[in-house]
């Protein structure tokens, strides 16, 4: 039985159909917003879908949750997407990343790897039983519960690709666990490691070190967008340039007065909820 997401998921890859589907000029747009900054695109990028989605997504409708006072601490979530018919509300994570390491989790309470110190230690399980016993335990199991949406971008060859890890399949081909000490990388030292293989030796997955007070890139679970490819589900892949008049306009609507902002506001159409307020 499909869940929530993957339902949504459906809807959503139904309204890129067409010959001048608008989601590429959607895409487009995020990545050009590389040019003001490196976490810029990311952000926009939320408020961006949740905004198609409104739009162009049948049957749904999405608010940015971001900064708000009612988000849920108990999931990964930048916007809440909401299914028109069923009332039911899906969680998703929108991930802006460019092509290579994606974390899928930052798993803030640190319960994998503390898990893994637990069980794997410095070694590393290739017991299929043992393995998995590990990967039902709650803190790899309720992960199945957060919607990941990366948006994968190469800047050198300006192409995208909208992707859905598939963390069941994935957790199925896992076949050896491996513990990988820190090491020196140059000047500096990488963080201990437990890397997942499926059968023929390839690379999966991975969990991070990183405690409850370490930054979020020093923990959680990651893969990668190549070397994990067969893992992934692609949605829409394509090319992009970057939008310089759009870069102009924001520069210009940031030095501009309110009431210019509602002027313009109004050549556009009204969308299904207040995407952000």
Request: net charge positive.
């Amino acid at each position: 039985m499909a869940t929530p997401f993957e339902n949504f998921l459906v809807k959503f890859e139904e309204s890129f159909k067409g010959k001048k589907s608008i989601i590429y000029s959607v895409l487009a747009n995020i990545f050009s917003m590389r040019i003001i900054g490196n976490k810029t695109h990311g952000d926009l990028a939320e408020i961006a879908l949740t905004e198609y989605i409104n739009q162009f997504v049948d049957g749904f409708s999405a608010k940015h949750t971001g900064k708000e006072k009612f988000r849920a601490k108990e999931f990964e979530e930048d916007i809440r997407v909401k299914n028109l018919e069923t009332k039911e509300e899906i969680p998703i994570s929108i991930k802006t990343y460019g092509s290579g390491p994606l974390q899928l989790s930052t798993n803030k309470d640190s319960s994998m790897f503390s898990y893994l110190r637990k069980v794997v230690r410095d070694g590393e399980i290739t017991s299929l039983p043992e393995i998995k016993k590990i990967l039902s335990n709650p803190c790899f199991a309720d992960f199945s519960g957060v919607n990941v949406l990366p948006l994968i971008y190469t800047e050198k060859g300006m192409s995208f690709k909208v992707i859905v890890f598939e963390l069941k399949q994935a957790y199925e081909a896992v076949r050896h666990i491996k513990f990988i000490e820190p090491r020196k990388l140059g000047k500096k030292m990488t963080f201990p490691i437990y890397k997942f293989y499926d059968s023929k030796g390839e690379y999966i997955f991975e969990v991070r070190y990183g405690d409850v007070k370490a930054n979020a890139l020093q923990r959680g679970m990651w893969t990668h967008t190549e070397n994990a490819q067969s893992h992934f589900k692609q949605l829409l892949s394509g090319s992009y340039e970057l939008n310089e008049p759009l870069i102009n306009l924001i520069s210009k609507i940031l030095v501009s007065p309110k009431e210019k902002h509602e002027e313009i506001l109004k050549l556009f159409p009204k969308s299904k909820e207040k995407s952000v307020i």
